[in-house]
């Protein structure tokens, strides 16, 4: 990373000779959907080169919204290794999230979701803390929360010590619920490493088109910094804490119609992305649920969120065609290398059969490329294959044309569907 270089966006800025300050503007395109591979979803080493694993930037993002953080390389004055924009000068963030809700609309179409990730301070004097400042959120408001990185049994204990009253209620064993209003604060357990959780706000009937509510989160660190007392003697030293993370959420209340066109772009690429994180990761609980009410809102706002076929362009209605179609020749070209391998015979079969096991594997190959389907799609298009292939052959068994391997490419492949069948179910993809 250190080595790469980047001519164009390297310009000197020449000062005024009369001393007067320079003003220069500078502006850059990020270009996040591209999908080329550039890096791994975990960089090691940090600095690179990357050999393999790499994943586009894209496939990086956890959030329709994602922050920017830049810094002003002033080599006299460096910024320092281990500065967040909270306490540094040369570093600025922008952390602002806008979801839309309808007016007045379903449940679902009022329901806020939001993801965020925490990294709680190395120090273990003092717990770290959520603070949910919930600004001029109406009435009636209610946010869930879902830390899977965390025991809410735990957190309800630290809250039960730290203070006199809260209004946390545990869900279940990684999801708290609390009302709304003021501002609500939400201890962290001691813990190492990056924790994402994903915020949901359900706001009450009765919003109007044209409001527009905001919630600041912000993360206060246990970490106590000293101040430097320079003009009196302090016999007991004053410390203050400092926010080292924080994020708005900007909710404008519109007409479904303006807002469903651009959820179900959005749930295309999220679900295009969703697929490509490993069932490993720590994302990959907190990124399902996130998708899922993103469906439920489509669904709210009078679409169907199962005609959303996953894009990185989010041109949802042209993937799902295509991926239709891809399917459907995977299906096809199954059947029809089971009942040519079954009924044909010398070159022919191994011309016809040849063929069709190459244009399967390239069906499939492009499948997985175009559409990233689940592996239940996968198994189940094969499976449909497999069987309506069985399902012929042995129709041509019952009409008593024969060839010698027809009984026993019939029993191979009724055995291939059942095998599919029983790792299927196994898998929960008839559900």
């Avoid at 080169?49 to 460096?78: K, M, W």
């Avoid at 963030?93 to 925490?118: C, H, K, Y």
Wanted: aromatic share 8%; net charge positive.
């Amino acid at each position: 990373m250190t080595t790469q270089t980047d001519t164009p966006n390297v310009q000197t800025i020449p000062p005024n000779p009369s001393g007067e300050e320079v003003v220069r503007y500078f502006g850059c395109w990020l270009d996040f959907n591209k999908t080329t591979p550039q890096f791994p979803l975990h960089p090691s080493p940090p600095d690179g080169p990357y050999t393999s694993g790499r994943v586009s930037l894209q496939d990086h993002i956890r959030n329709e919204h994602i922050c920017l953080v830049s810094e002003i390389a002033f080599a006299p004055a460096p910024a320092q290794n281990g500065n967040t924009p909270s306490v540094s000068d040369k570093l600025a963030q922008r952390n602002l999230a806008i979801v839309e809700s309808a007016n007045p609309g379903l449940t679902f179409s009022r329901r806020i979701p939001q993801t965020f990730e925490i990294r709680p301070s190395p120090s273990r004097l003092e717990n770290d803390e959520l603070m949910f400042d919930w600004g001029n959120v109406p009435v009636g408001s209610v946010a869930t929360l879902y830390l899977p990185g965390f025991d809410t049994n735990d957190i309800l204990l630290l809250a039960a010590k730290k203070y006199r009253s809260h209004r946390m209620v545990r869900i279940d064993e990684h999801t708290l619920k609390f009302d709304t209003g003021g501002i609500t604060y939400l201890p962290i357990p001691f813990a190492d490493g990056n924790f994402p959780g994903l915020l949901t706000v359900d706001l009450p009937e009765g919003i109007e088109k044209g409001q527009a509510f905001k919630i600041v989160v912000r993360q206060v660190t246990g970490e106590q910094q000293p101040i430097a007392m320079t003009h009196r003697i302090e016999a007991r030293q004053p410390s203050w804490r400092r926010i080292v993370g924080s994020f708005q959420l900007t909710i404008p209340v519109r007409d479904k119609a303006e807002i469903l066109p651009r959820q179900q772009r959005l749930l295309s690429n999220l679900r295009w992305i969703e697929r490509a994180i490993p069932a490993n990761d720590r994302w990959s609980p907190v990124f399902s649920r996130y998708v899922s009410q993103i469906a439920d809102r489509i669904d709210a706002l009078g679409g169907d969120s199962n005609k959303v076929a996953p894009s990185p362009t989010g041109q949802w209605r042209e993937a799902r065609r295509n991926c239709l179609i891809l399917n459907l020749a995977t299906f096809l070209l199954t059947a029809l290398l089971v009942v040519g391998i079954g009924t044909l015979t010398g070159g022919l079969m191994a011309i016809i059969a040849g063929l069709a096991f190459v244009l399967l594997i390239g069906a499939v190959r492009l499948w997985i490329d175009k559409c990233r389907p689940k592996i239940c799609q996968l198994l189940r298009g094969v499976l449909a294959g497999a069987a309506i292939g069985a399902i012929v052959l042995a129709l041509i068994a019952v009409l008593g044309t024969s060839t010698p391997q027809l009984i026993t490419t019939l029993a191979a492949s009724a055995g291939l569907a059942a095998l599919i069948a029983i790792v299927s179910w196994r898998r929960g993809c008839f559900g």
